[in-house]
Structures are given as structure tokens and as C-alpha cells.
């Protein structure tokens, strides 16, 4: 069965540290996605992005990065120069039955707290 | 673009009252699901949809009924509310296998 596992349940960091959320997922299928999103305190939840399971190479986006390495099941990612605007839960997710149902398993979420 | 849309956005109810949350949208998706949001557990899967006319359970469905008349609506049944369901629900529509989830503003349920 699949399954998403984000170990860190809170992480607080000073502005402008580095801080890199882990998420590792069990799953028999070959091919598939991952995705993290984000909720801030207001409650939203904010999709951050989708990644190909055939694409391995670090995705960027400015301060944020995502790095996934099959080998070791792990989709972790990683804000540059943390700002306080950064603070909220984030949630890495992965698909229920291979996507054929529309719907996602999230782990349990981090939540981040970034200190001025 | 509305997106995806929910009523209410908050509601308290006793013991044992029933209620229906409201979910609609407006993207054309066919995929349509239901989470709960509690703290430390993330958010799981109530209930979900892979078409008009087209529902089944997901992790976890006692005490909830869904129905899809239209490819736009989706709503969420309480049967008898219970303490336990006091949560945050999210509806979300998705355009296919491997696309990311559209999620709703949420609905704050809380029951006494």
C-alpha cells in the first residue's frame, strides 16, 4: 500500500537559515507523481509542486527547491533564506491507486515556524 | 473561474443534527474528493468521485454519504453528527490521473 511519511512535525528556524522538510513514500508502482503543497495560517491549502517520478533532476523555483531521489524514496524539500512569511504546514502527497481515483494520501505535514 | 467552492465556511451543530456540506465547481473536472483535516493527522479521505453518478469510500467514510448528480456538484452528508466529526473538510477536483488536487477554502465543522 502506499504510503507518505514526513518524519519532522515542527521545525522552527531563525530568518534567513536554510531548512529542508523530509518526505519519504512506499509505493510498488513504477511510475507515478509526488507533490507538496502548502497551508498557511490562514488555512488554505496552496499546491507548490508536481514531480514525474521518470524526472529526477532538482526542480527550482526561487527560494525553493525540491530534491527526489528515487533510490531512496525520498521527495525533501528545501527553502533558501527562510522568511517569515514562510510559516505554515507544509504536506508532501502522493497518489491513491496509482491516480485512478483522483485523489491523494498526504502525510501527516510539517509544520514550519520561522522566527524574525 | 469560481474554481472550487464550499458553503459553509463555518458551522457548529449539536449532537445528532444532520447537515449537508456544499461543494461545487466550475472547471469541468471529473474527479472529486473529500477530506477531513485534523490536528496531527493531516488530511484524509472521506469520500470520493471519478465521475457523474460515480462515488465510492475512502479511508474514512462512517457517519458521511456523498452523491454526484453533476459533473459540478459534490456534497457531503452528515447523517447524525457525532463529536468526532468536529474538523476541518476540504472538497477538491482534480482534471485527471497525476494532476495536482484544486481544493476548496475549507468548511470549520464544529460539533457539541
Known amino acids: 500500500a502506499q504510503k507518505v511519511t514526513q518524519a519532522q512535525t515542527e521545525i522552527s528556524v531563525v530568518e534567513k537559515e536554510d531548512v529542508t522538510l523530509d518526505c519519504v513514500y512506499e509505493?510498488?508502482?513504477?511510475?507515478?507523481?509526488l507533490f507538496w503543497y502548502k497551508q498557511p495560517p490562514s488555512g488554505e491549502l496552496v499546491f507548490l509542486i508536481r514531480?514525474?517520478?521518470?524526472?529526477?533532476q532538482n526542480e527550482i523555483s526561487g527560494r525553493y527547491s525540491w530534491n527526489f531521489q528515487k533510490s531512496t524514496s525520498s521527495f525533501n524539500f528545501t527553502i533558501t533564506a527562510s522568511q517569515v512569511v514562510d510559516s505554515a504546514v507544509y504536506f508532501c502527497?502522493?497518489?491513491?491507486?496509482?491516480?485512478?481515483?483522483?485523489?491523494?494520501?498526504f502525510g501527516k505535514g510539517t509544520k514550519l515556524s520561522v522566527k524574525p | 473561474n469560481a474554481g472550487v467552492t464550499q458553503t459553509p465556511k463555518f458551522q457548529v451543530l449539536k449532537t445528532g443534527q444532520s447537515m449537508t456540506l456544499q461543494c461545487a465547481q466550475d472547471?469541468?473536472?471529473?474527479?472529486m474528493s473529500w477530506y477531513r483535516q485534523d490536528p496531527g493527522m493531516g488530511l484524509r479521505l472521506i469520500h470520493y468521485?471519478?465521475?457523474?453518478?460515480?462515488?465510492d469510500q475512502g479511508e474514512v467514510p462512517n457517519g458521511y454519504n456523498v452523491s454526484r448528480s453533476t459533473t459540478e456538484d459534490f456534497p457531503l452528508r452528515l447523517l447524525s453528527a457525532a463529536p468526532s466529526q468536529t474538523s476541518v473538510y476540504f472538497c477538491?477536483?482534480?482534471?485527471?490521473?497525476?494532476?495536482?488536487?484544486?481544493f476548496g477554502p475549507g468548511t470549520r465543522l464544529t460539533v457539541t
Open positions: 502527497a502522493f497518489p491513491n491507486y496509482g491516480g485512478s481515483q483522483g485523489n491523494l494520501i
Open positions: 509505493t510498488r508502482d513504477t511510475t507515478y507523481y
Open positions: 514531480r514525474n517520478s521518470f524526472d529526477e
Open positions: 472547471m469541468n473536472h471529473e474527479y
Open positions: 468521485s471519478v465521475g457523474a453518478g460515480i462515488t
Open positions: 477538491a477536483s482534480c482534471p485527471g490521473t497525476g494532476y495536482e488536487q484544486y
